[in-house]
């Protein structure tokens, strides 16, 4: 078995490429904890690519991340993916905005003018 090298209240979403938030019988937990919540939504305003899956989605809804449809052929950006379930094209899409690195075009919105 192999130990995790950080924890959610350890790290910080800076520290990683994007972020992904698998389903799961207990991934809605995650909506209730803040600093999922701040990990996820830092990420987002850092215009990394952020996907989720499953019940996963719920942690990007609580985090405030605005989102297209499961499996949207029209998503709310090119580095936001949600999906019912981790699928070829699904994983297609998010490698694919991995590989761009940032979203820059995400950034103007998430931050506020002076």
Do not use: N, Q
Request: aromatic fraction near 8%; glycine fraction near 6%; hydrophobic fraction near 45%.
């Amino acid at each position: 078995m192999r130990v995790p090298e950080f924890s959610i209240l350890t790290t910080a979403s800076v520290l990683f490429d994007a972020v992904y938030v698998a389903g799961g019988e207990h991934a809605t937990e995650w909506s209730a904890e803040a600093d999922a919540v701040d990990f996820v939504r830092d990420a987002y305003k850092h215009c990394k690519p952020v996907m989720a899956t499953g019940e996963g989605v719920a942690l990007l809804e609580a985090a405030h991340i605005p989102l297209g449809g499961p499996d949207d052929p029209d998503p709310a950006d090119d580095a936001t993916i949600v999906a019912k379930k981790a699928s070829g094209p699904v994983t297609t899409r998010f490698t694919a905005a991995m590989a761009r690195h940032r979203l820059w075009s995400r950034e103007p919105e998430v931050h506020l003018p002076l």
